[in-house]
């Protein structure tokens, strides 16, 4: 049967899907821009932006001819060739970023795998096999493979799947003490998110992140940060790191990097993937042409001053209209994140009413999304319109007002 002719619908999911989702009661056909539009025909204001992933919107027309032109020429030929849509993005992802280097995957767990068994590799040949211990944080979040489940920091992630992989080492985020109470020569890596994303939209402070990086270089350590969600301009930098003013070792970009078609990379330096040889670690989609050709698209858009510059204007924008809606229903107790990486915490009276109020959202034709139980999270497109703005603050009022009533 041809596939348009099968009628599929919310209560399909039910019945065809892995249950480890519970999406929203619509099924979205069409984006355009900022706007959605759901199989009923109802439309939608987008400020969940695919989790941080169509940074430029939906069906941006760059991205969507970019798609096409490279559709009719090669999709895909494996890393036994290399195709120069990956050797281009590699090149100008090294000359906009610290890196020297690119290793290529398909999404953010694939992207700090390859992190992570670097960051051991790199320990284990220069310095010993003992070099293992993985410092990294609650609440943190890296992916769903078993590695980077075992380095987030939210064991209802982690557990019921068997033995984990070992030395791996959990503390409270924002807190150099408590780094510096279980660091020593041992230690291969911090791993951090510079904002972290999924565990509530909290930014790292300054002393914080400079802290970690002078602890890397007293122990021989390497700073991984884990740049899926905050990179690729979310934070009106490209990457996240820029504000702190420290240099990582490796860091990795996923989300935005392919505005919505699945890419991700590792970048590091010379002297770090110097260890690697071929074999030691692969992927058979990685540093695919289709991917790359998207990818280098999006980030010639986004890596330029009027996107970049246009991330703080919007952000004032969104901040201004949560202060309004918390003068009016008192339910907010801080507007937190960077750029455009925004989370609205729930005051103690309103705690764990996120879900209801991204559900009343949807009802009220727009989408958000939460982290954790108390907190909305705002992660729009970088060149969403104003007006866009304007009209599903508007609707989100309206959302709140339904549950709070
Ligand atoms: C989303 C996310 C990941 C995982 O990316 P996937 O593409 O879902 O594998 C890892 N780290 C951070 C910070 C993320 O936000």
């Keep these: 049967m041809a596939a348009e002719n099968l009628a599929v619908s919310r209560e399909t999911f039910d019945n065809v899907i892995l249950p480890v989702y519970a999406p929203v009661q619509f099924v979205p056909v069409k984006g ?20 941080a992933v169509t940074a430029l919107g939906h069906c941006h027309p760059a991205l969507v001819e970019t798609l096409k032109s490279q559709g009719e020429t090669l999709w895909h030929t494996s890393n036994v060739f290399t195709n120069e849509p990956a050797l281009r993005l590699a090149s100008k992802l090294i000359a906009a970023t610290f890196a020297e280097r690119v290793f290529f995957g398909n999404s953010g767990a694939e992207a700090n795998e390859a992190a992570f068994k670097l960051a051991r590799y790199y320990a284990c040949k220069k310095h010993s096999p003992f070099k293992s211990k993985i410092i990294a944080f609650h609440n943190a979040f890296h992916g769903r493979t078993l590695f980077t ?16 992989p070992a030395d791996i080492v959990h503390v409270p985020f924002n807190d150099l003490a408590a780094v510096k109470a279980v660091i020593d020569d041992h230690t291969c890596a911090i791993v951090v998110e510079p904002i972290q994303g999924e565990g509530g939209v909290m930014p790292a402070t300054p002393e914080f992140m400079q802290g970690l990086r002078a602890l890397c270089d007293q122990h021989n350590a390497l700073l991984v940060l884990d740049e899926v969600q905050s990179g690729m301009g979310r934070s009106g930098k490209l990457f996240a790191y820029e504000h702190y003013g420290i240099k990582p070792d490796i860091i990795t970009t996923a989300k935005a990097l392919g505005g919505g078609f699945p890419v991700s ?141």
Aim: aromatic share 6%; with cysteine; net charge negative.
């Design 149 to 164: 489940v075992s380095v987030g920091g939210q064991p209802k992630y982690s557990d019921g799947f068997g033995p984990k």
């Design 265 to 405: 990379a590792m970048l590091t330096t010379h002297e770090i993937a110097s260890v690697m040889a071929p074999g030691v670690h692969g992927t058979t989609y990685g540093g695919n042409p289709l991917a790359c050709a998207i990818a280098e698209t999006a980030l010639d858009i986004i890596n330029t001053p009027e996107v970049l510059n246009g991330v703080d204007a919007r952000r004032e924008q969104f901040v201004s209209a949560l202060q309004k809606i918390n003068e009016q229903f008192d339910i907010f107790s801080e507007i937190r994140g960077k750029g455009l990486l925004l989370g609205a915490v729930l005051n103690a009276q309103h705690a764990s009413k996120a879900r209801d109020i991204l559900n009343a959202s949807a009802a009220e034709g727009l989408m958000v999304l939460t982290a954790g139980s108390d907190v909305i999270r705002f992660v729009p497109s970088l060149v969403i319109e104003p007006t866009d703005i304007a009209e599903g603050m508007a609707r989100f009022a309206r959302a709140i007002a339904k549950v709070l009533n």
């Design 32 to 51: 355009k821009g900022s706007r959605v539009w759901d199989q009923q025909g109802k439309e939608y204001i987008d400020f969940s932006g695919g989790i």
